[in-house]
């Protein structure tokens, strides 16, 4: 009985890493290195989110909790931050600015909070304002529940839309037979709001008994990079397991799977689920076997780089490289490795003076600079 069951979980392990072979079969391509890099921002531990003000000076969040104003070379920090739950991947997450901010002045910042009765955390998405090196007027517009002591998959980006529209994300908090399923509970979700936190009178669960307003899409797992495409929609990419990182264009209402189909397998190597696609469910644009670990992305609109531009840019967290997708109506033609061996890059975005900025782990930030 005992070398029958061996044998079950042994063919069950081979099954799966059979799966784990399914590749999409497009090779990354080696780093070209047609450019230099320019460390602008130096001695950074986590540098998580990254924006720019008006006067070209940055505002910039490290994991632990600490909101830089990066400016004329000093990094003056920033009071008043929210107490954050610094634990495995949660901190100080995300910083993006009103597509207005030069008439109103409002800084949105998501990271994982205390609030609540329950022990440990849960993200949360704040506004404020910066005056004298210090928030004023923060004003919280949403927080997951419940807290939980589980220190992964808090999410989190933000994005608006060329309409106003307010999106971020908040991954499954590591409950994923519950939370990516269901409409009533937050966690393996992407949002959408107004500006100010209200909830859009057209989002797709409005009117569904007990489900949670401001949920725009559901089924994923930890949506760690968001960015608008040149034709004005919102992607993310996210997590998987072991296997199945996914890209993913956001479309309202609409289920993307995690974790009834997936690309991926469990970190033991076993199977979570036989299936990779479901009638209802949405494939992803793209997947990653193996994983790359993606964090943060940007699609590249900048003259400055004529052979990258309406491409997509991803970190790669345990390659430690950032990756170029090269697209083709909509389609990924192409992979290329970009600053290969500098390290765990946190976060991609393009700057106002239209060159590609990275932020990477125990570094700091560097400037992409074409030959």
Not at 137 to 158: C, D, E, V
Not at 274 to 289: A, H, V
Not at 322 to 331: A, G, H, P, S, Y
């Amino acid at each position: 009985m005992r070398l029958f069951s061996f044998l079950i979980i042994l063919c069950t392990v081979f099954s799966a890493c059979a799966q784990q072979k399914k590749i999409n079969d497009i090779l990354i391509q080696e780093d070209p290195k047609n450019y230099t890099t320019e460390l602008v921002v130096p001695e950074l531990q986590i540098p998580w989110g990254m924006v720019w003000l008006p006067d070209g000076s940055m505002l910039i969040t490290e994991k632990s909790g600490q909101l830089i104003h990066f400016k004329d070379g000093n990094k003056i920090m920033i009071a008043n931050v929210p107490e954050v739950y610094n634990r495995n991947q949660g901190g100080l997450l995300d910083i993006e600015l009103h597509p207005k901010y030069k008439e109103n002045g409002w800084i949105y910042i998501t990271y994982s909070s205390k609030e609540g009765t329950e022990k440990g955390g849960n993200t949360a998405l704040i506004r404020a304002k910066l005056k004298d090196n210090q928030l004023t007027n923060i004003q919280k517009l949403y927080k997951a529940t419940p807290n939980t002591t589980r220190g992964h998959h808090f999410g989190s980006r933000i994005e608006f839309d060329n309409d106003g529209y307010l999106y971020f994300s908040i991954g499954d908090r590591g409950n994923r037979d519950v939370n990516p399923q269901d409409l009533t509970k937050d966690g393996g979700k992407v949002y959408r709001l107004h500006d100010d936190g209200t909830i859009p009178k057209d989002n797709p669960f409005v009117d569904k008994k007990e489900a949670k307003k401001a949920i725009y899409s559901y089924g994923h797992r930890n949506p760690q990079g968001m960015a608008i495409h040149p034709n004005g929609t919102i992607w993310v990419h996210e997590h998987g397991p072991r296997g199945g990182d996914e890209i993913n264009p956001i479309k309202k209402g609409i289920n993307y799977g995690w974790p009834v189909i997936t690309y991926g397998i469990n970190y033991s190597g076993t199977s979570i689920t036989d299936s990779t696609k479901k009638e209802g469910m949405e494939q992803p644009l793209y997947y990653w076997i193996p994983s790359i670990a993606p964090s943060g992305m940007d699609f590249v609109t900048s003259d400055i780089y004529p052979d990258w531009k309406n491409d997509l840019l991803v970190g790669s967290l345990v390659f430690q490289y950032l990756e170029l997708v090269e697209l083709n109506d909509n389609k990924v033609t192409a992979r290329k490795k970009l600053l290969d061996g500098m390290g765990r890059i946190r976060n991609v975005r393009q700057g106002p003076d239209g060159y590609i900025y990275v932020a990477i782990e125990n570094k700091g930030i560097v400037k992409i600079i074409p030959n």
